[in-house]
């Protein structure tokens, strides 16, 4: 078995859940079929498995250091990229006329996906570029798009985001870095930035930084914000490579996990002149910057689940050859020692990690669908709504993966039992490098904000009832169901009393009291949401195990065990949640700093 | 405020909650009073913070290494416990007959808190010692004593207990090291042992393992278990230490925490001749082991609370001290920021740890005061009474802070932020300090296990009696204090759920799938122990209020928001889960190898 990808599930996923032969059909994606589709994902698992996966353990133990001139790292970084880019992989979602190979989203997310589980870390760098090179796509005028994105497309040059600031991590409306206009028609940046992934290396030829500022004499607050492009080197009229733009590294951070991607304090024109270009319009850059952070929410939850899913496919392996122990009822130590995944235990601890993970993945995949369908429609009213449900699921698809797939890590940690607390294994560096996603591009408690703060009301509701249309038709379609009409009553409970809190929630004129317990209300409600999915992917399966190969009826009922597990085990957790959320509860919020230890 | 013990907890949990006062009025204990008591913890405070916690981080990070000749290590582990061993602390719970200080079990737990807290790698060598010197004393004949004992108390000589061996963690039945009798008394050892805590190390003069082999031609399986002394140099006569035992290392276990702390492979007789002296009758061991291995439990439960107290004191100082961000209701960006402890989420993060970390504090002080007073009485039905109640409390005093004193130190990280992430402040240490305890003395299955399948039921369920009657002894408090009615009537409901649960558990004649759910009984059996705790933690706290000195008053209005919090965020989940077991739930225990991926 492959230990960074299940192809099979993949296939579930694109042609049995979702709807990617639909997709294939239109727009400019015709051109690809499953042949090619399956091409892609071939040398997309073989180099992830050979170029990337050997030395994810040894970049860990090893992880870049910089000695006050140069950041130097294991070559095996630097290979596995270049490998990468002459794939095309760089490329892979961007359309055929500005040099990509225009493959869907949810094709790109599988893609990516391969190489996130191999080696989270080497992939970060590809993810980051890829986002800045979404952003200057979207919002970059003609000069700046002719510079810059050819280089990145074709990976030659690396991008960033810099949004943080030593004093201003979650809060945007504090930074401090400043872009004061010239007479050439750049700006002249000063500041520094902090938790800037990807901020340095020797790697790339250039590093395009994507840079929030503040223009002198601005709106306060996130009004004040605008957008540049601020290149580590600055780029000569012909496009080469010039001189150093003053972008300089103070050092870089020692992380937990996902050690291998730099993680930088970055200084700009400490030394000397540093130019950035001003992107779109002046004071407009947060809004520009959503674009990306969107597309990095999701990263960030499909990066989660990837994690778990290197954590899942380890330990199962791991349990499957384990010898040790006998059942409770099986006394005789003569008896010969059984398989540990023959425990009820460690399959309750393997089936928890398949339901965090593979449910998880349904929803990245859903989401990247949307993408796609927003990108084929030429219908305003569909595309909108298309959007709508997007952002409402942003929050959920960037959390949820960051907190049970996080709990699937520390699963897998648990079947391999001593050895998954040793470095030897891979387990327990899955959980380091997970343990980052609850914090970045916007922490647990921000998306707990966003969601019911801000998704939920938006538009009068629209997304909330878009997102509830959606849930229904797979109600209807499990009602009718054999097998899956309790599951169907299930989540219409926990649906319905998910409204019900958001009604609660909303006649709360106190937006202190109301928002108290926003990350309690996220986790729930993305719960509900992977409950939706798991329910998705059970009526898929039954369809598939009464017309599918004999050879998939294993996989099928694993998929119908895994949403009865769901149903049983996890949904139910909610019921409390929702009451608590709606009853106000103010424990927290009353709470005074002097009171937690009596000083 | 210090980083490593709250102190007026302590004082609260001696004093207010518990009946130290009490205990300091009989036995062997009048000779201590608040005076002295305080003075011992003032001693071990101070050493705690001068000598442990300076170099936590710096140990962490230059973990002890094997040459193929010698273990190094820094040099501050040695001089931390030779100022540990020169106060006194590795003999503060022994008799004085025997060179012990006598103190209260209690004391020692609050003693032994401050430097697991402050260090938990380096206290890690003298737990063991300790345990190993009980299981020693208890189990040892004069003549045994009277060599190793001395030694361990004066902390010259350390202790390890060696059960697992590379193919057998979990399951001791398979254990094959051979201790073959010789004519000269001693046996000649043979075989390798895995997971040796404090196997080897410089530091000591001489290290008393532990050893559990088989002797030829004995019962199969557990049945044929005995327990060894096997001291790294041989003894001479007259006490010195002799030529080396040929216990060797084959090597270090590279770990993802709890760095600081040799964990070790060993060779028994592969050189030569390795001695070993039998530890009372021959094919008892695993019952002798047992012993040491309660207290190992208790003490493994003990490390989880401190390295959880470690993370939510320095979340707590930093959220006082850190500045972001404003209120959801307050959108002007010139106003001043606040700081983070303000935010209702942050709020919950240190909440949730404070009620995890105090709760389990409360057992494990209810647990040691067990055992004093076991030793105090001198009524044997009583005494049976309080061991009972400990063997019931025991797996889950281990588990319950495994599992959810882990999830505080994953909100720690969380309250800083992308610094939490950083190896530059200690939460993210605490963090992988702790994964470990939910895997050795006995995982957290094989506690859930021990609890549904065993200590439910023992004595026609006489233990769980006990505790039901304990438990009821406090709601019958709870139900006529103003304020706490409505949590009595809470903690009733869910401690007869528990009952019905245990009772439908007991009809299942099938014990495979009766324990099939035993994990999640293990927790959710937990959190009613800990909202127990909780109510009595509460209740004093009222009572503190009423009578107490003013100064205090913030103190106690903290512990009665943390018990509601309890009340109304944790102990609601048990309803699901109690159902769920009862229900006989064989999703998990049902499900084929080959369903999990489909291959």
Redesign the interface.
Known sequence: ?SLIV?R??IDFLFYEVGDLDEILRNGSYTEFDRGSIDAVLDLAQNMAERAFLPFAGALDANEPAFDGEKVSMMPQVGEALYAFAEAGFFAAGFDQEIGGLGLPSVVCQAVQGMFACANLSVAGYSFLTVAAANLLNECGDAEQKAMFLPKMLEGKWFGTMCL?EP?????L??IKTMATPTDDGHYRITGSK??ISGGEQEISENIVHMVLAKIPGGP???KGISLFIVPKYRVNLDGSVGEKNNVSLIGL?????YRGTTNCALNFGEAGECRGYLVGEPHQGLKYMFNMMNEARLAVGAGATMSALGGY?YS?QY??ER???????DK???SP?I?I???????????TQ?AYVEGALALLYYCATLVDRQRLSTDDDERWELKLLLDILTPVAKSWPSEFC?EAN?HA??VL??Y?????YPV?RH??DN??N???EG???IQ??DLL?RKVRIHDGAALKLLTAEIEKTLAAASTTVGREGEARTLKEALDQCHSTIMRISQCS???RA??????FLDAFGHVVIGWMWLRLAIAAINGLESGKEA?K?????KI?AC??FF??EL??T??VF??VGSL?D?????????????
């Not at 995944?341 to 089936?351: G, P, Q, T």
């Not at 928002?515 to 309690?520: C, F, Q, S």
Request: aromatic share 6%; hydrophobic share 30%; charged share 25%.
């Open positions: 078995m299940n099979r599930d943080s004093q201003a991590g979650s809060s409306s504090d902090m938790w306060p607050g996130v951070n020692h992380k937990m996990g496919l199962l349990a499957r010898l040790q122990g006998r059942h409770p009822g005789d130590p003569a020692q398989a995944i023959e425990h009820a235990d460690v399959k309750r601890l393997l089936m398949k996080l520390k940690i648990q039992g001593g998954g607390y040793t470095r030897d327990e959980y380091r343990r980052i609850a914090i970045h922490t647990h408690g707990g904000l703060g106190d937006v202190n928002l108290a317990n926003a990350t309690p998939d294993d996989f099928y009922r694993g065990a009865r597990f049983n085990y139910p957790k019921e409390h009451r608590l509860d424990t927290c919020l009353t709470v005074t700093p002097e009171s937690f230890i009596g000083e």
